[in-house]
């Protein structure tokens, strides 16, 4: 059983910036692909980056060039840099665990094994 704790969420004024931080139990959080979600209200939960255990990324198109996504497997944590952030990035944010291989694939579902209990990111104009 892996569990996962966020931190790191708060609020910011639009073109701010935010790192989250994800701490993972499992001693054997290197095998693992993580990946970051987000779920604003009303709407359905999303990847918005994910990064498999040799360390390739994958993101959504909405956060390309502006989101960094990193592990420490020194640490067992995760990492996301938010840069630019839009209003339209408010959302609770997730980090996510599971043993899956295409991090492209696999960024495109919510059917991950591992969840935290999230982080509130609130981005004002």
């Known amino acids: 059983q892996v569990q996962l704790v966020e931190s790191g969420g708060g609020s910011v004024q639009a073109g701010g910036s935010l790192r989250l931080s994800c701490a993972a139990s499992?001693?054997?959080?290197?095998?693992?692909?993580m990946g970051w979600f987000r779920q604003a209200p009303g709407k359905e939960r999303e990847g918005v980056a994910g990064i498999d255990r040799d360390g390739s990324t994958s993101y959504a198109d909405s956060v390309k060039g502006r989101f960094t996504i990193s592990r420490d497997n020194a640490k067992n944590t995760l990492y996301l840099q938010m840069n630019s952030l839009k209003p339209e990035d408010t959302a609770v944010f997730y980090c996510?665990?599971?043993?899956?291989?295409?991090?492209?694939?696999?960024?495109?579902?919510?059917?991950?094994?591992?969840w935290g209990q999230g982080t509130q990111v609130t981005v004002s104009s």
């Open positions: 499992e001693y054997n959080y290197h095998t693992y692909s």
């Open positions: 996510a665990a599971d043993r899956c291989r295409n991090i492209v694939a696999c960024l495109t579902s919510t059917s991950w094994d591992y």
